[in-house]
């Protein structure tokens, strides 16, 4: 609302240092509210930040797990890869999975789903994925805001061992826009993961290493573009099949 309003866009620190250093103090306001350890907060060697929404926090993180972790194993192994959630986040899954040569990547907790309040045991889940190296991501998507009060504190116990948590400001924080608040304990990981440095994005303050792009800590359409054009021409070759749709407008009458 903000933004909209002072007419700004914080994707880099320079386009708009007020926009970058509000959202940074933010995300530290709410993450103390949370009572989120320290590891997760700017005051600390973590950071925050705004996304849409829980998809986009989730394939955020999930990237850099990935990246994470096919540094260390090769690119040639990505198709061995698996993430956890809902039915599957019993350490049994994991065991299994590496009896059959596959690699633990990614599990997703959920903390209070929308449509049940569903809540997944955080401490005993991180016990298991420590033990194999995996990324740990809270989904709190629901409750999250309500672990703000201390009588739902508990909802979140065993937060400091994961390595990302996000919520939805949208439901329980009545936000008019959709909003979900993402931290992650290792900023570098992320940043290193979705960064683009295109030379005309190339700046003093972004090569001082002394200031937050946002532009670097979410998806980028730069993907996304291409291949909704790759999506157009494999329409165009269904539609131009016989008894299918005209392509040109003018055969419609």
């Not at 039915?87 to 209070?112: E, K, S, Y």
């Amino acid at each position: 609302m903000l933004s909209t309003g002072f007419s700004v866009v914080g994707f880099n620190w320079m386009s708009s240092p007020a926009a970058t250093e509000l959202e940074c103090i933010v995300m530290d306001w709410l993450g103390k509210m949370l009572k989120l350890p320290k590891s997760f907060l700017f005051s600390g060697n973590g950071g925050g930040v705004l996304q849409g929404t829980t998809y986009e926090a989730i394939l955020c993180t999930f990237t850099a797990a990935r990246d994470r972790t096919s540094n260390r194993i090769g690119r040639e192994n990505i198709g061995k890869l698996v993430v956890y959630g809902l039915d599957q986040t019993h350490f049994r899954a994991v065991a299994m999975n590496i009896q059959v040569g596959l690699i633990p990547l990614f599990l997703c907790a959920t903390v209070g789903t929308t449509s049940s309040i569903a809540v997944d045991p955080i401490a005993p889940l991180c016990a298991v994925a420590k033990e194999y190296g995996v990324w740990v991501h809270i989904d709190a998507v629901y409750v999250g805001s309500a672990c703000i009060c201390p009588e739902f504190k508990h909802f979140i116990d065993g937060v400091e061992d994961v390595d990302s948590f996000s919520f939805n400001a949208h439901k329980w924080f009545f936000t008019t826009l959709y909003c979900c608040c993402l931290w992650v304990k290792y900023p570098s990981t992320l940043v290193k993961a979705l960064s683009t440095s295109l030379e005309y994005l190339r700046n003093k303050a972004t090569e001082s290493k002394q200031v937050i792009d946002y532009k670097d800590w979410q998806n980028s359409p730069q993907s996304s573009i291409p291949s909704h054009e790759a999506l157009d021409g494999a329409l165009e070759l269904w539609c131009g099949q016989p008894k299918k749709f005209p392509l040109d407008p003018r055969e419609n009458g």
